[in-house]
Structure formats: C-alpha cells, structure tokens
C-alpha cells in the first residue's frame, strides 16, 4: 500500500484512536489509557523521524560517513518515564476520586458534586 509511510500511518491510526478514547468515554482509566495510547504514538512519531536509512551508531571509524543521531532515542527514553510516572500519578487520583466518590464515571461524579 504505503511501504515508504508505514509507521506514519501507523502514528496517525493511534494517535486517533487514544484521541477518540480520551474524547468518547466518560471513564476515567479509559481517558487514562487514551491518553498513554496518545503518547506512545508520539514516541513512535519521533523514533521513526529519528532512524536514518544505512546509519550505523555513532562510534566513529574508518569508512563510516553516515551516522544515527541518538539524541532523538534518548529525548523518547526520558519522555517514556515521565509518562509513565505521570500515568501513575494519573491512575493514583483516581483510586482517591473512587474512594471520595463511589465511581469513576465523569457523568457521575459531576452528578454527585452538586
């Protein structure tokens, strides 16, 4: 089909499926893993952006002209944990909301706050 654009189809399909997540459900693990699904296909945007075609790692030796960036793979790297530490957090406010409230639902706790 688009054997050049692959991972940017791929990218795109993600992205709007955790968009569609975030938006469409009114669970709050569900907006939670939209989210981490958004995030992931960020990570992939920028890992694919990154990789250079005939680029080896750079270690620089005789005969090697063309050379990987690997800021782009260590930028995706500390982005992961952050994500994750910030999912956590995420996930650890709802345990909170479900004990002050009973649910978990946006429509219910909106209802209950009144």
Do not use: C
């Amino acid at each position: 089909m688009f054997p050049g654009h692959f991972n940017s189809w791929i990218v795109i399909v993600l992205m709007m499926i955790g968009l569609y997540i975030v938006i469409s459900q009114g669970n709050l693990i569900k907006k939670i893993a939209g989210l981490t699904l958004f995030q992931t296909s960020v990570f992939i945007l920028y890992i694919s952006m990154a990789k250079v075609a005939g680029g080896t790692a750079p270690i620089f030796a005789d005969g090697i002209s063309l050379y990987s960036n690997p800021l782009p793979h260590a930028l995706i790297l500390t982005a992961i944990v952050v994500g994750i530490s910030t999912t956590a957090l995420a996930l650890s406010l709802v345990v909170r909301i479900k004990e002050a409230y009973g649910s978990i639902e946006e429509d219910e706790i909106e209802r209950l706050d009144k």
